[in-house]
């Protein structure tokens, strides 16, 4: 009898691993399923439309565009920001708040100053809980009927400073200075973006445009033409810049 009792017991062991091992994963295992597949998922709202062709406009003037933010989820959407790449790109609000199936305007204006062809403008909304939605603006900026130099309005003033004047404050190494305001039009290491290609150019050359600039499109940038850098910071970067090989 005690035999066939430790038989039993040991069958039961048996069904009861195998059971264990076959069955579904722990509770936290399932939860942490459940969080990647929320990171996954897509935001439960979108900008309508998400590509929006503006048009031409003449550089100088301001672009604008009205876009809408349309809640696509269950629950009430609340807006935390709207970002953009630049300074130059500003965007309104309708509302922050947006009920479910509901839809909001975002209002955005571009300055189209010291820009030229064609652009691209990326706005990204983000909601409470981090997740974000985007929406490109395209535009082809027209040549402007101005005379004469910018000496310091256009990009050294207004919104536009934040991006092309404030960031060089304080830097002293060419390298620095020119990730602080050059690299955004010319790329990284001077290879050349939405501006051309500054590799490879000698040192008189660079200093030239640098302190007296070319037109409209590349004002000055030496203080005593109202642009941001001074006799040391022009030194500093004319020198880093000659140095890269072409």
């Not at 500003?90 to 509901?102: A, D």
């Not at 909601?127 to 490109?136: E, S």
């Not at 001077?190 to 051309?196: L, Q, V």
């Amino acid at each position: 009898m005690g035999v066939m009792r430790w038989s039993l017991f040991s069958v039961f062991i048996l069904m009861f691993v195998a059971a264990c091992s076959s069955g579904e994963p722990p509770h936290a295992n399932k939860a942490d399923d459940q969080d990647t597949q929320l990171v996954a998922d897509p935001p439960p709202f979108l900008i309508q439309p998400q590509h929006f062709d503006i048009g031409e406009v003449e550089e100088g003037k301001e672009a604008h565009a009205r876009l809408f933010i349309r809640n696509t989820g269950s629950f009430a959407l609340h807006i935390a920001e709207v970002q953009s790449a630049c300074g130059c790109t500003v965007s309104s609000l309708g509302s922050r708040e947006v009920p479910p199936g509901g839809f909001t305007t975002l209002d955005v204006t571009i300055d189209t100053t010291a820009k030229g062809d064609a652009i691209k403008k990326k706005i990204t909304v983000v909601d409470v809980l981090g997740r974000r939605a985007d929406a490109w603006l395209s535009l082809r900026v027209t040549g402007n009927t101005h005379d004469g130099e910018m000496d310091g309005r256009g990009i050294f003033s207004g919104k536009c400073a934040a991006c092309h004047v404030e960031p060089a404050a304080g830097k002293v190494k060419g390298e620095d200075i020119y990730g602080a305001v050059c690299a955004m039009c010319h790329g990284e290491e001077g290879r050349g973006a939405y501006a051309s290609q500054l590799r490879g150019k000698d040192a008189a050359f660079l200093r030239t445009i640098l302190e007296h600039g070319i037109d409209r499109r590349m004002p000055a940038f030496a203080q005593e033409k109202g642009g941001p850098l001074d006799p040391q910071q022009i030194d500093a970067l004319t020198n880093w810049l000659s140095g890269l090989d072409e």
